[in-house]
């Protein structure tokens, strides 16, 4: 009798390791694609996707110097998208031009960060069309339907957004943690509204 459940619990043990040893292969896979499209971008072949079913390519790289971070920034914030790491949203500026640029990730995965990170802290954002430099101008907390970024066509803003706070349970929530940074060069490309 004991016997049965020994290998019930055998198997399920097994089943659960596999399953997780699977998803982090998953990870690193996708980071490894992820990568290999965004030299392909680098290299004049627009909207190279990671993979052919792939509903997102690579749209910048985004680098925080002091926290040894290095993300490369997707097109589109879909949860599909978000899964493999931050996403622009369509609605806001390209990243690196004119205007507010806006980029969310999960809170537990690739912004968990933002909460580090300092006024006057150094970001990078390289596109295909070259790096522009952020510095961190604030942060704040405000309600998910709250946040309001201002029409601006004279500089460049990057908002870096995720759920808050960092240690909640359950996914989601109704706050959002904003980082927002000014550039310190030169944005390129046209004026977009938000």
């Known amino acids: 009798m004991k016997k049965p459940f020994f290998y019930l619990l055998l198997l399920g ?25 965004w030299q392909k971008n680098q290299h004049g072949e627009n909207r190279s996707r990671p993979w052919p ?34 996403g622009h949203h369509f609605g806001s500026a390209q990243p690196g031009e004119i205007g507010h640029s806006i980029i969310s990730a999960h809170r ?18 390289e596109t295909r069309h070259g790096q522009t430099r952020f ?5 704040q907390v405000v309600q998910r339907d709250q946040a309001m970024f201002y029409d601006n066509k004279t500089h ?9 706070p960092f240690d909640a349970l359950s996914a989601g929530g109704s706050q959002r943690f904003i980082v927002s940074a000014v550039a310190q ?9 938000f």
């Open 13 to 37: 043990g097994l089943w659960f390791t596999g399953q997780s040893l699977y998803i982090h292969a998953k990870a690193l896979l996708a980071q490894q694609l992820l990568e290999r499209a």
């Open 53 to 86: 079913w792939a509903d997102t390519w690579p749209l910048a790289r985004l680098r925080v110097p002091r926290l040894d971070i290095d993300l490369i920034v997707l097109a589109g914030d879909s949860g599909r998208t978000l899964a493999f790491g931050p």
């Open 108 to 125: 537990d995965t690739h912004f968990r960060f933002l909460q580090h990170l300092r006024p006057n802290d150094l970001i990078l954002l």
């Open 135 to 139: 510095r961190v101008d604030s942060s």
């Open 156 to 164: 460049a803003y990057l908002h870096l957004v995720t759920c808050y």
């Open 185 to 193: 060069n030169k944005p390129t490309g046209p004026s977009y509204a």
